[in-house]
């Protein structure tokens, strides 16, 4: 079983930052991309920022230049820095992962699949 487990969401004022954690765990062979996305009340679920396993990284044009993303790949880690957080990034942020697992049975294989996090609540208001 592969999980992702994210942390550090929370109520911050405009203009303040916060930091956002993925960790994931479990039968992990490999990890490829790896981001975050968000879904707003009565949006749909966008992307926010991506990064590859060689530490490239793509950005949604409404977050350049106040979030920036990074991962660890000893650690299976990836967060995600926000400064100058605004009301409009309010929001339910998702942590997502591609991941190849290793599946034990009678038989073992390696699985590639795209994994999500739970879910963490960001909320910028004065």
């Known amino acids: 079983q592969v999980q992702l487990a994210e942390s550090g969401g929370g109520l911050v004022q405009p203009g303040g930052s916060l930091r956002l954690s993925c960790a994931a765990s479990g039968s992990i062979f490999s990890i490829n991309d790896m981001g975050w996305y968000r879904q707003a009340p009565g949006k749909e679920r966008e992307l926010v920022a991506v990064?590859?396993?060689?530490?490239?990284?793509n950005y949604a044009d409404s977050v350049k230049g106040r979030f920036t993303i990074s991962r660890d790949n000893a650690k299976n880690t990836v967060d995600l820095q926000m400064n100058s957080l605004r009301p409009e990034d309010t929001a339910v942020y998702y942590c997502n992962a591609d991941i190849t697992a290793m599946i034990y049975g009678g038989i073992s294989f390696r699985m590639r699949s795209t994994y999500w996090g739970q879910g963490t609540q960001v909320t910028v208001s004065s």
């Open positions: 990064i590859t396993s060689g530490g490239s990284s």
